[in-house]
Nanobody
Framework: QVQLVESGGGSVQPGGSLRLSCAASGSDFVANIMGWFRQAPGKQREMVAVAPSFGSARLADSVKGRFTVARDNAKKTVSLQMNRLKPEDTAVYYC?????????WGQGTQVTVSS
């Protein structure tokens, strides 16, 4: 089993920055994929950024050039640096891990971008 604990959400004005962090615990593993999804009110959950254990990270087109994802395999953490935030980035952000053919989700952290 894998447990995910997120931190770093909050409220910010448009153009501001936030950093989300997620720490995984519970098993000795190197996740196949670590990353972030988000879900805005009335919308489906969507991929924001994912970082595979090997290869390049992938970001949604809507956040390219503004968000950066980074993972630390030794610490089993993944972070999401969000810059130049827009109101349309407002959503609940979920940490995601894919390991051993299973998907694991964090509890979600609210990000609100508003003036």
């Amino acid at each position: 089993q894998v447990q995910l604990v997120e931190s770093g959400g909050g409220s910010v004005q448009p153009g501001g920055s936030l950093r989300l962090s997620c720490a995984a615990s519970g098993s000795d593993f190197v996740a196949n994929i670590m990353g972030w999804f988000r879900q805005a009110p009335g919308k489906q959950r969507e991929m924001v950024a994912v970082a595979p254990s090997f290869g390049s990270a992938r970001l949604a087109d809507s956040v390219k050039g503004r968000f950066t994802v980074a993972r630390d395999n030794a610490k089993k953490t993944v972070s999401l640096q969000m810059n130049r935030l827009k109101p349309e980035d407002t959503a609940v952000y979920y940490c995601y891990v894919h390991w051993n053919a299973d998907d694991y989700w964090g509890q979600g952290t609210q990000v609100t971008v508003s003036s």
